[in-house]
């Protein structure tokens, strides 16, 4: 809800959140990793290769970061803000060479909206799966991602679901780092 930043402390205490937002993410990030704000309230991660337990402990190490950071904009009161992440893996052992950037972009992004639309304050992932077929999956993505669900063709996890044991190690991990 960043209009509501705006709306209620200005486009000084938004750009406020925004430079805090891309300090604290600037930090959490490994070495070889890339940060760009993406457009508006968004930022896009391009991480050194994770591997799928690992990411999600990554997304969630970001969410918890965020959460407990209070964001200064200007007022005598900071504010506690939280995240929605979406993210894509990459490379990808089943995918094609026509499945390109944009499209893992396009994927992480409406993993996003997912997290939006149920809740916010979390992650989640489109992972593709064994039964996945490639040729037309984005713009079946786009139309009907409930269905590519449905008949197994993708998968999502999310923070609504518990982390594999791999994942809360490494969770851990980040923590101690900090």
Same mark, same amino acid.
């Given at each position: ?11 000084g205490g ?15 990030v490994r070495?070889?990793d890339?940060?760009?704000r993406w457009g508006?309230?968004e930022?896009?991660?391009v991480?050194?290769p ?10 969630? !190490?970001?969410c918890?970061?965020?959460s ?5 904009v ?8 939280s995240?929605?992440i979406g993210?894509?893996e ?12 944009q ?8 993993a996003?909206?997912h997290?939006?639309e149920?809740?916010r304050?979390g ?10 077929t490639?040729p037309?999956?984005i ?9 590519l ?5 993708? !998968?999502?996890?999310?923070? !609504?679901?518990?982390l594999?044991a791999?994942?809360?190690a ?6 101690? !780092?900090?």
């Amino acid at each position: 809800h960043f209009k509501r930043i705006n709306d209620s402390h200005g486009h000084g205490g938004g750009d406020r959140v925004l430079q805090q937002f891309s300090t604290l993410l600037g930090e959490l990030v490994r070495t070889g990793d890339y940060v760009t704000r993406w457009g508006g309230e968004e930022f896009l991660i391009v991480s050194r290769p994770l591997s799928r337990g690992h990411a999600a402990a990554y997304a969630a !190490r970001i969410c918890t970061v965020v959460s407990a950071h209070p964001f200064d904009v200007g007022a005598p009161t900071p504010l506690q803000l939280s995240c929605s992440i979406g993210f894509a893996e990459y490379p990808l052992q089943t995918a094609p060479p026509s499945l390109d950037w944009q499209d893992l972009v396009e994927i992480a992004d409406r993993a996003m909206y997912h997290v939006k639309e149920n809740g916010r304050n979390g992650w989640a992932a489109f992972l593709f799966t064994p039964t996945t077929t490639f040729p037309s999956l984005i713009e079946h993505f786009k139309r009907d991602r409930g269905g590519l669900l449905a008949d197994g063709r993708l !998968r999502l996890i999310s923070s !609504r679901d518990p982390l594999p044991a791999e994942s809360q190690a490494v969770a851990v991990e980040f923590k101690a !780092r900090s």
